[in-house]
């Protein structure tokens, strides 16, 4: 029933731009965060941005600050991660998770996740 759906991935220049979207069914936005990760082959998952419903409040890592922009739209259940400047290193599958206690955290603390969509940048 509970269902997170990724799009938007595809295959862009670096310093190009590119929106993601997760699309939420099954649960109500307003009882969870909502964190975007990414993984690259042979690398660990890490996390990207987080929106918490609680409150609002957004996390970027330090690698993506001033470049991806994250909101939401809780009439549609759905988040949006704007990628500008992209770069190759930000090649990877994108995922968006959610995370229950509406906290932005670790990829462990997620209670759902998307199948994740790919997103290349080339040089």
């Known amino acids: 029933e509970v269902q997170l759906v990724e799009s938007g991935g595809g295959l862009v220049q670096a310093g190009g731009s590119l929106r993601l979207s997760c699309a939420a069914s099954g649960f109500t936005f307003d009882d969870y965060a909502i964190g975007w990760f990414r993984q690259a082959p042979g690398k660990e998952r890490e996390g990207v941005s987080c929106?918490?419903?609680?409150?609002?409040?957004?996390y970027y890592a330090d690698s993506v600050k001033g470049r991806f922009t994250i909101s939401s739209d809780n009439a549609k259940n759905t988040v949006y991660l704007q990628m500008n400047s992209l770069k190759p290193e930000d090649t990877a599958v994108y995922y968006c998770?959610?995370?229950?206690?509406?906290?932005?955290?670790?990829?462990?603390?997620?209670?759902?996740w998307g199948q994740g969509t790919q997103v290349t940048v080339s040089s």
């Open positions: 998770a959610a995370e229950f206690g509406r906290l932005c955290g670790g990829a462990n603390v997620y209670d759902y």
């Open positions: 929106i918490s419903s609680s409150d609002g409040s957004t």
